[in-house]
């Protein structure tokens, strides 16, 4: 499968629309989720690494990756799905950590 990528950059006039257009056509919406993940993935661990308790690196990188997404949505790169799924793992984050207490 061949992509044009020269049709995405010619009609792109900034980097935002170039980054949207790669997004939409190379990975079919994909691009924000992925940044989601792998930011939520370094967080918990490094998170972990400082605190040494999984309770509290959860609610603070999901609480990250909330604001996270809320900002892709406002770019126009990540799924309106992504928000809720992002909202329910801090909902699920913050239950554990106050019903363990």
């Known amino acids: 499968m061949t992509y044009n990528l020269t049709s995405i950059s010619e009609n792109a006039t900034s980097f935002l629309e170039f980054t949207q257009g790669v997004n939409d056509v190379l990975l079919d919406g994909w ?26 690196s959860l609610i ?12 892709l949505r406002g770019l126009d790169l990540l799924p309106n799905l992504a928000i809720w799924i992002s909202l329910l793992v801090l909902a699920v984050s913050i239950a554990f950590t106050f019903k363990n207490q």
Request: proline residues 0%; glycine residues 10%.
């Open 31 to 56: 691009f924000g989720v992925g940044i989601l993940i792998s930011i939520f993935v370094v967080l918990i661990i490094g998170f972990t690494f400082v605190t040494q308790d999984i309770r509290k």
């Open 60 to 71: 603070g990188s999901s609480f990250i990756c909330f604001v996270t997404a809320l900002s």
